[in-house]
Structures are given as C-alpha cells and as structure tokens.
Nanobody, 126 residues
C-alpha cells in the first residue's frame, strides 16, 4: 500500500553534486524513519543516512557524514539526499526505505525497514 520511487540519479564527474529524491505514495503515509542505502558493484548494501519523519533527527554513516545531507518534506511525502563532493567510490544504486512501525533494530539495519524503492543509479566518473 506504500510505494517508494527514487529519482535524480545519473552520471556526474568526481567532485560534482547530485540530489536524489524519493517520493512516497499510498493511502496513508506516516513513517517513523526513512533512510537511504546504497549498493556498489561487488559490495554489500550499506547504510548511508536516515531521518526520523516527525522530528527530522538525522543519522549518517561515518563515511558519508559531511558530504551528504538527508532531509525530508513531509508536505510532499518526499525524502531527499543531497550528495556533494562525489567520489568514484560513491558509484552505486541508491535505495530509499521507510519504516512504518517501532522496533528495537538499529537505524542502519536493513531489516528495520518495511518498504523499499527500486533504486536509482549514481555513477561518478573519475
């Protein structure tokens, strides 16, 4: 009943910027947390950033902190990821996710989230 659709990916040169969006739709949408994950070729999917929907408290993986900024617009049911100073190692498929209920799992755990988008490709050239 909830659908997440990512957009904004593409090809960018190293040092450039991209802004990813994740649009949520459904009869009702009131997540507790939304997050971004990514999966690079040959690597495991990893946590990027998350934000609580109500208070907008943000969380970042250490490697992303300082370059990436997560935000949300609750009036548009949209999640964003602003990515600056991109590096080739940022190349990955980026997924957004939403958690619709409380739980004890850590915010970076994939299993915490109930809904996932299909992903958007980000390619950073050197």
């Amino acid at each position: 009943q909830v659908q997440l659709v990512e957009s904004g990916g593409g090809l960018v040169q190293a040092g450039g910027s991209l802004r990813l969006s994740c649009a949520a739709s459904g009869r009702t949408f009131s997540p507790y947390t939304m997050g971004w994950f990514r999966q690079a070729p040959g690597k495991e999917r990893e946590f990027v950033a998350a934000i609580t929907w109500y208070s907008a408290t943000t969380y970042y993986a250490d490697s992303m902190r300082g370059r990436f900024t997560i935000s949300r617009d609750s009036t548009k049911n949209t999640l964003y990821l602003q990515m600056n100073s991109l590096k080739p190692e940022d190349t990955a498929v980026y997924y957004c996710a939403a958690d619709q209920h409380l739980g004890s799992l850590r915010i970076g755990a994939q299993s915490k989230y109930d809904y996932w988008g299909q992903g958007t490709q980000v390619t950073v050239s050197s």
